[in-house]
């Protein structure tokens, strides 16, 4: 009989957030103090980190560092443990979503969005994995996104990395399990985010705002199961057009894009 799926607590140790300094990871961050965590806050931007560890010093701290540097990433998650004791809970979020990619397929852009969205999250898993299996302990949520379960027209390079996420979080699920380490994946829709802000030309039906979609997050690191998915209504429908032959699939994509997209 497998073992029951871990669940962190904050007396189990700290939390850690990559893509900390803004939109859903810095709402994630607040969040999981506002629920007694200490956090460790990862990001580029050492300006932001700084400011939002100032608003709980006791709690949040500050440690700037790139997603997409291998070596750096196992350095930096040793420090904090190091400093701040074991990380029991880990939120990889840290992306990447290019609007340029809407004027057409180009290698360069693939390269650029998968060091973030795919590698950069595998440098954090690489170390986490290790240190939480050896103390049969630890609870891992990827940022996948709804958009990985289909092929949208005019988001095949970030959609795909978010596609390679949620398959990599399904197999480390399976793989991890009795190793004491339980993965989550959050495939979410539309949240408020300078990411969304650069989307202009269709309609972002459900948007929600980081702090909303926080809860929502955290409120599933709580509660367990594999994936956080949310808004409810674009979770239905994405599922259901995953389902669907082909034919129709393509059919039904076309309607929605041609609605989606604003006059």
């Known amino acids: 009989m497998s073992k029951k799926s871990y669940r962190a607590k904050p007396s189990d140790g700290i939390a850690?957030?990559?893509?900390?300094?803004?939109?859903?990871?810095?709402?994630?961050?607040?969040?999981?103090?506002?629920?007694g965590y200490s956090v460790a806050a990862m990001a580029r931007r050492a300006d932001d980190l700084r400011e939002l560890a100032a608003t709980r010093p006791a709690q949040i701290f500050a440690y700037?560092?790139?997603?997409?540097?291998?070596?750096?990433?196992?350095?930096?998650i040793a420090q904090?443990?190091?400093?701040?004791?074991?990380?029991?809970?880990?939120?990889?979020?840290a992306g990447l979503s290019l609007h340029v990619e809407r004027e057409g397929?180009?290698?360069?852009?693939?390269?650029?969005?998968?060091?973030?969205?795919?590698?950069?999250?595998?440098?954090c898993l690489d170390p986490l994995l290790a240190a939480m299996a050896q103390r049969h302990r630890g609870q891992i949520a990827i940022n996948a996104s709804l958009a990985g379960y289909n092929g949208l027209?005019?988001?095949?390079?970030?959609?795909?990395?978010?596609?390679?996420?949620?398959?990599?979080?399904?197999a480390l699920s399976q793989m991890y399990r009795e190793a004491g380490v339980t993965l989550q994946v959050?495939?979410?829709?539309?949240?408020r985010t300078a990411m969304t802000d650069q989307e202009k030309d269709f309609a972002q039906p459900y948007k929600i705002e980081p702090e909303a979609a926080a809860k929502?997050?955290?409120?599933?690191?709580?509660?367990?199961?594999?994936?956080?998915?949310?808004?409810?209504?674009l979770t239905a429908l994405s599922k259901f057009i995953r389902a669907l032959p082909y034919a129709a699939k393509f059919k039904l994509m076309d309607y929605a894009v041609n609605r989606a997209k604003k006059p």
């Open 16 to 35: 850690f957030v990559s893509g900390a300094s803004s939109g859903i990871g810095r709402a994630v961050v607040i969040e999981l103090a506002e629920r």
């Open 64 to 76: 700037p560092g790139d997603v997409r540097d291998t070596a750096g990433n196992r350095t930096l």
């Open 80 to 93: 904090i443990e190091k400093d701040q004791g074991p990380i029991a809970l880990a939120f990889l979020n």
């Open 105 to 123: 397929f180009d290698a360069a852009l693939v390269a650029q969005t998968y060091a973030v969205n795919v590698q950069g999250t595998a440098n």
């Open 153 to 170: 027209p005019s988001s095949a390079i970030y959609g795909s990395s978010k596609a390679a996420l949620i398959y990599m979080a399904e």
């Open 186 to 191: 959050i495939n979410h829709g539309f949240v």
């Open 216 to 233: 929502i997050i955290c409120d599933g690191f709580e509660r367990g199961g594999f994936e956080i998915a949310f808004p409810w209504q």
